[in-house]
Structures are given as structure tokens and as C-alpha cells.
């Protein structure tokens, strides 16, 4: 393993980490301080259900919030694959209340990953959508698309389990994109890296949709 070369502790800064079930089984604390990472994925983040959790929220000590995604189990019930407006409408309201209720944290928004061939172009369209909201918006934005996609658009199978989580290799690339966008507060920074320190690309396939949006 390789430590990271910023300092890493602050006391009290805590990382939350809420939407989808995306990134799998996880050992946070291999990766950053013990229990630096609070996991709250799986919280409902629809209108009705995200005051409860900001509520919560509000009670921690939070210092980043980062909001996974995942694209066809609905990242806790605001992705519409059918349209990117009402996808990106969804996503804006959920880091306008977060910004209400913690009005000091840093807010990250992972890129929504890539799901099968049939969705891709959706997908890329509705990132690019995202990423500019979260420049607009003085959010941290990490993209996946380079080294979680093959070349068809679809999620390499070699870092995901059969139900589309990440597995091992996958979270470990998705722990060095996060560190390697440059998103997170010095102080929240992974104080671990995978070793060596490298970020896995997807194996070459062809038949890309050579037009869509690159993100």
C-alpha cells in the first residue's frame, strides 16, 4: 500500500456518504481514517424521504458528503434513464438541500456509472448535463466514464459482481479516481492508495457511439 502525500487528519472531520449501493461491499476503513466514512447509502433521496435525511445530517459532523450514483437501479429513486432533464432536475434539488442543511461541507457528486450498451448514450448525455451543474454550483464532480467503461459503452465485467456493484478491483479504482480528480478536502483525502498506484482502464472493445458527449 502507498500512503498519500498530503497530510490526512483533522479531528472530527467525518465523510458521509450517501445514494446508491453502487460502490458494493466496502472497507472504508482500509482506505481512510477508522471510522472517518459515515455510509449512509440506501437513504431514500426522494423529495419525501430527504429532509429525514438532512435532518440527520445536521447532527453529524460532517465535512464532505459524497452522493454515489448507480443508473439502472435508480440511485435511490431520482434517476429517470428515460430523460436527463428530469434526472439532472433531481440531482439538483438533492445538493440544494444538502447545501441548506450544511452550508460548510463539501458536496461531491459521483458521475453516474455506466449500466449496458443499450444506455450509454443516456448516460454520457446526462453526465455532461450533471457536470456542468455541479460547476455551476460549486460541487465537486468525479467521472467514471474513462476507466469503468468498455469501448460499447458498458461496464467493464471485470470490476463489477453479476448484480452490478463493484467488486474488489472495482471499488480500488473507484478509491483512486476519487483521490486522483482532486475533489475532496486535503484533509479528507484517502490516507491510503492502492498499491501500485495506477488507475485500471477498461480492455479495448469497438462500436462506441463516437458522437456522444465524452464525460
Known sequence: MQTAEQPRSTSGARIVVIGDEFLGRTDWDTWFRPAQVLDLRGTP???????????????????????????????????????????VDAFAHVLSALRTALPQARLVLQALPPADRAHARIIRETNALLQRLCESTDVGFLPLWEHFAQHDGSMNPDLVVPSGDLNANGFETWIEMLDHEGVLPSTDRPRRLPSPHHIYRAPEHTDVAADAPSH
Open 45 to 87: 433521496l426522494t423529495p419525501g424521504e430527504l429532509p429525514i435525511l438532512t435532518s440527520v445530517l445536521a447532527f453529524v459532523d460532517t465535512h464532505t458528503v459524497i452522493l454515489t450514483t448507480g443508473s439502472i437501479d435508480g440511485t435511490a429513486g431520482i434517476v429517470d434513464l428515460t430523460s436527463s432533464e428530469a434526472t
